[in-house]
């Protein structure tokens, strides 16, 4: 009986064992972007970002005929300028794992009026760093940041001086379509580089 009651023992564990170690681990947050609806043990790989390529943001800029959404945006009011910060990413770094928006970007947009736009309006692209004297400039600064591997990583461009964009501010959101732009290396002043298009919904 005894011998009967132990290979009993060993059996059932063995079944146990055998059961539970063939279960499939992935991610089991029918939330995340990396769901896996086979996985049976979650293994800690949940990714939810919010911002991501099944997520696209309404923000982003097709540069040198590559797309980049919008994955952090800051605003930095002074009394001598009124700055938006947006960082933009490719799809791929959106769906990495932990990107904040800014540790994960190819591209820090800086678009700086003279004072906050507060009405729908007109503005005219200034090629200087800083806003002009009228509160009808604006510049766009476009930073390529370091370690992503693009061609122009750590370099910085600046907007012509001989393109206008309309704007719109509704329900305090600043909307605008980015027209083609030649933005000029800031380091020789002479190369150009193609901003194709974009989009901008940003909170005022």
């Excluded at 059932?12 to 086979?38: M, P, Q, R, V």
């Amino acid at each position: 009986m005894r011998i009967k009651s132990y290979l009993s023992i060993v059996l059932i564990s063995t079944l146990f064992f055998t059961s539970t170690s063939c279960k499939k681990e992935g991610c089991t947050d029918e939330t995340a972007i990396n769901f896996d609806a086979e996985a049976e043990d979650d293994d800690g790989s949940d990714n939810t970002n919010s911002n991501n390529s099944n997520n696209l943001p309404e923000t982003y800029v097709v540069f040198d005929l590559d797309t980049f959404y919008q994955s952090g945006t800051s605003i930095s009011p002074g009394q001598t300028a009124y700055r938006y910060q947006v960082n933009l990413s490719s799809k791929e770094q959106l769906d990495l794992q932990g990107n904040d928006g800014n540790t994960e970007a190819t591209i820090g947009l800086g678009i700086t009026f003279k004072e906050k736009p507060t009405t729908s309006g007109t503005a005219y692209f200034s090629k200087s760093r800083f806003p002009g004297e009228t509160s009808d400039s604006v510049n766009f600064y476009m930073s390529m940041f370091v370690n992503t591997g693009h061609e122009y990583e750590g370099e910085n461009f600046l907007s012509p001086s001989t393109e206008k964009i309309d704007y719109t501010i509704e329900n305090g959101v600043f909307s605008a379509t980015i027209p083609t732009l030649e933005m000029i290396l800031e380091s020789d002043q002479t190369t150009k580089v193609t901003l194709n298009s974009g989009v901008l919904e940003l909170d005022c």
